[in-house]
T-cell receptor
Framework: GAGVSQSPSNKVTEKGKDVELRCDPISGHTALYWYRQRLGQGLEFLIYFQGNSAPDKSGLPSDRFSAERTGESVSTLTIQRTQQEDSAVYLC??????????????FGPGTRLLVL | AQSVAQPEDQVNVAEGNPLTVKCTYSVSGNPYLFWYVQYPNRGLQFLLKYITGDNLVKGSYGFEAEFNKSQTSFHLKKPSALVSDSALYFCAVRDRGNQGGKLIFGQGTELSVKP
């Protein structure tokens, strides 16, 4: 696609429920990133996929968070047993992943998650 | 540990005046440096980046940034602000040794340009 797309744009859920957030990267981009943006704060790195390499999961805040990526396309971020502190905007980004020096990450519009 | 500081939560500028949004970083070695802008209810848009070479980098919408190695700073500037520049600005850094790695973001600076 022309840009990174994410769905849903908004999600309201009850505490304890599981949620799935979807990201479609720019076509041809092999690198995909998930970030979290809490209200009034900067972005926190969550996880990074690059081709067929093992993902960098170093930013996942707990074992309730997981993510998958199908080949070099769609990615799903899953949050199990949601807590109120999970409320945030979840942003996905992609980049060409060709190891070009300082390549730019392009961001989607985000999914705004509210846990009641 | 890598970190990015944006010392001002908010910057207020009159339209037509020059603007500066400050950013300093703490990393080992020389990082890649980025500026992004976020408009309300939208994702981040890339503005510019420093990779190597000329310390003054020019980007989108008339913005520029100056890399200062001795001061470990990468301040964003524009000679003449527009009301439409009002948005949230983020500075970010990436480890030069990590070709495709994560970005470390500052907390963001809210820029308000008044007519």
């Amino acid at each position: 696609g022309a840009g990174v797309s994410q769905s849903p744009s908004n999600k309201v859920t009850e505490k304890g429920k599981d949620v799935e957030l979807r990201c479609d990267p720019i076509s041809g981009h092999t690198a995909l990133y998930w970030y979290r943006q809490r209200l009034g704060q900067g972005l926190e790195f969550l996880i990074y996929f690059q081709g067929n390499s093992a993902p960098d999961k170093s930013g996942l805040p707990s074992d309730r968070f997981s993510a998958e990526r199908t080949g070099e396309s769609v990615s799903t971020l899953t949050i199990q047993r949601t807590q109120q502190e999970d409320s945030a905007v979840y942003l996905c980004a992609s980049s060409p992943g060709a190891s070009v020096a300082g390549e730019t990450q392009y961001f989607g519009p985000g999914t705004r998650l509210l846990v009641l | 540990a890598q970190s990015v500081a944006q010392p001002e939560d908010q910057v207020n500028v009159a339209e037509g005046n020059p603007l500066t949004v400050k950013c300093t970083y703490s990393v080992s070695g020389n990082p890649y440096l980025f500026w992004y802008v976020q408009y309300p209810n939208r994702g981040l848009q890339f503005l510019l980046k420093y990779i190597t070479g000329d310390n003054l980098v020019k980007g989108s919408y008339g913005f520029e940034a100056e890399f200062n190695k001795s001061q470990t700073s990468f301040h964003l500037k524009k000679p003449s602000a527009l009301v439409s520049d009002s948005a949230l600005y983020f500075c970010a850094v990436r480890d030069r040794g990590n070709q495709g790695g994560k970005l470390i973001f500052g907390q963001g600076t809210e820029l308000s340009v008044k007519p």
